[in-house]
């Protein structure tokens, strides 16, 4: 049966659930991740409860109809985390998981980057610091047209340090589009080293409330104080932004925190050793 779009305000999924379904996105992602061309693992770890709670709690949106009029945009600026969001987009519904299988194969639609032939994707990422400037566009067509959709926007810490982004950021607080939210994967690294010693960032948020924003600064794995960042209704005016704590290669505690995480290619032996990990993980979060 066809649904419609998730009503704003409407109750929220458990935590529990929530839960589950990040313990299984990231399952999807090492799998991914083994044979085959590898992917980047780390980057995309941190980001499974922020795409977890976005797509099964936050964002009005249909699978059986992806591009329903009356659903909210969802943008991955740091598309290099586009594995952790075909994970998300085949646990929520918008293809078989099977299909997950192909990805990095030839002519297959799951390519290092998002494109929109991929169910689900609105637009194509990964050359960085394009997506909050795509977000300004979105929202001020939403407000032009009258209407009440919420464009999300998901932006790594290190693709901050692209210029553009900032020229968005100014644009949105300038305008007002308390219509655009934008999630920071704030996980302090890039390939290079620590964003703080490639170029710092810090005082992240009053950067942010400098330019007009709504600034968030939440625990990026705690589920409950995620929702509520992103439930949260906007001030009227402002731009709101999320600035996410994470851990780059969460849930697998050898890679965890680590530039090296960046990008790998597992073998089966290290897939089970991945999977091993993250069972262990599983059981400390419910005990």
């Known amino acids: 049966m066809t649904s419609t779009p998730t009503e704003r305000g409407t109750e929220a999924v458990p935590t529990s659930r929530l839960a589950s379904q990040a313990h299984h996105v990231r399952e ?5 991740c083994t044979g085959g061309e590898g992917g980047h693992i780390g980057g995309s770890l941190s980001l499974v409860d922020i795409l ?6 936050v964002l009005r ?3 059986a109809r992806p591009d329903d009029p009356g659903r909210d945009l969802f943008v991955l600026s740091k598309g290099h985390g586009a594995i952790g969001l075909y994970a998300t987009l085949a646990a929520r519904g918008f293809f078989e998981e099977e299909r997950l299988a192909t990805y990095g194969r030839p002519g297959s ?6 494109n929109r032939k991929v169910p689900g994707v609105e637009m194509p990422t990964g050359s960085l610091g ?4 795509l977000g300004v566009g979105f929202a001020l067509s939403a407000r032009l047209a009258g209407t009440d959709r919420v464009q999300y926007v998901v932006t790594g810490d290190g693709e901050l340090q692209e210029g553009s982004n900032w020229e968005a950021i100014m644009a949105a607080g300038a305008k007002g589009l308390d219509n655009l939210v934008a999630v920071v994967d704030r996980n302090g690294l890039q390939i290079t080293g620590t964003t703080e010693e490639v170029l ?3 005082p992240l948020g009053e950067r942010f409330r400098a330019f007009g924003w709504t600034v968030r600064e939440v625990d990026g794995h705690d589920l409950d104080a995620l929702r509520t960042a992103l439930r949260t209704p906007p001030v009227p005016g402002r731009p709101t932004v999320v600035i996410a704590d994470t851990v780059k290669g969460r849930g697998i505690s050898f890679i965890e925190g680590q530039a090296r995480s960046h990008y790998a290619r597992l073998g089966e032996a290290q897939k089970k050793r991945v999977l091993a990990a993250l069972g262990r993980s599983r059981r400390k979060e419910i005990s």
């Open 28 to 32: 999807l992602i090492v799998d991914m």
């Open 52 to 57: 977890v709670v976005l797509y099964f709690d």
């Open 61 to 63: 949106l249909d699978p």
């Open 109 to 114: 639609l799951l390519s290092a980057h998002p």
């Open 130 to 133: 394009h997506g909050l400037p």
């Open 200 to 202: 710092a960032l810090d």
